[in-house]
């Protein structure tokens, strides 16, 4: 168990070297292969209306003039060591980890994304056990009751859910439950620490809208993984010993069919926390996905960057985690392995 630990926690520090480079190169490498010269790369990371003194300051700033393997030992050192940043005649000093200074409000990118951290965070977290725990639930009962009028009904809501697009549900929802009827609060984001019950209350609606896309997928799958698991010999064995129903259903056919389960939810958790842009922009959330839509109109590459680092470490950290959960769903895990 333990070399299959470290194992997989190398395989998880290998894939954050290479997210690295990848990043790197989508920015630094690529526009130079699809043909811009180093000054147009610079007036990338001006942003709009840039002056000759500004372009030469920043090719000078971010060494854009210095080969490919120096800016990539400077981008990796500013990761993991801080680094400085000449602005005219100041010197800024920029703190590990150091993904860069915004060219729209000059701030360093880290701390900013940080701060919105908890409101992307909270909106994940909270979606994500509604949809895991309601998509099996209803997967679950619709294998069950197969062919019943709540297995037809919840894989036509399941298809509607898994076929909207999350812009369209969200502002259905925002019309109807919040400004025509009444039922809900404008969602806002209220710190934990500060208001649990206006924390829930604020962000029950976003929870909901993005829990229906992601339950819906699951309960299809769920459904699909148990009908399959039902019919294996060892399940009519298991019943043929007697046992109830419930223990055959959860503890025998229910267990394996959540191994594929877990690997789609390490995969969705990890996007949504790099930033549920689409829910964060129709609620109008200051998360992270907000942040990064933001910068993508203001051409802020910097806080792009640094967005995308983020997203990636977060979606390779669920994967990790999801292989170290994996013995404990599947102990033939721990014995192949």
Known sequence: MLTYILRRLGAGLLLLAVVTMVTFAIFYVVPRWAGRTTEQLATMYVGRAPTPEAIQATITRLGLDQPIAVQFWEFVRGIFLGAQYQFGRDTIECSAPCFGYSFQTYQEVFPEIVARLPVTASLALGAGIIWLVGGIAVGVVSAVWKGSVFDRLAMAVAL??????????????????????????????????????????????????????????????????????????????????????????????????????????????????????????????????????????????????????????????????????????????????
């Open 160 to 337: 509607a859910g898994v076929s909207l697009p999350i812009f369209f549900t969200g502002l259905l929802t925002l019309a109807f439950l919040v400004h025509a009827w009444g039922l809900f609060t404008t969602p806002r984001y209220v710190p934990f620490t500060e208001d649990p019950f206006g924390w829930a209350q604020g962000l029950i609606l976003p929870w909901l809208t993005l829990a229906f896309l992601h339950a819906a997928m699951y309960a299809r799958q769920t459904r699909a993984g148990m009908l399959e698991t039902l019919n294996e010999d060892y399940i009519r064995t298991a019943r043929a010993k007697g046992l109830s129903e419930y223990k055959v259903v959860l503890k025998h056919a229910l267990r394996p069919t959540l191994t594929p389960i877990v690997t789609i939810f390490g995969l969705d958790l990890g996007l949504v926390l790099g930033g549920a842009v689409l829910t964060e922009q129709v609620f109008s959330l200051n998360g992270i996905g907000r942040y990064a839509v933001q910068a993508i109109t203001q051409s802020d590459l910097p806080v792009i960057l640094g967005v995308t680092l983020f997203g990636a470490f977060f979606i390779v950290i669920c994967n990790l985690i999801v292989d170290l959960v994996y013995p404990l769903i599947d102990p033939r895990v721990r014995i192949h392995n």
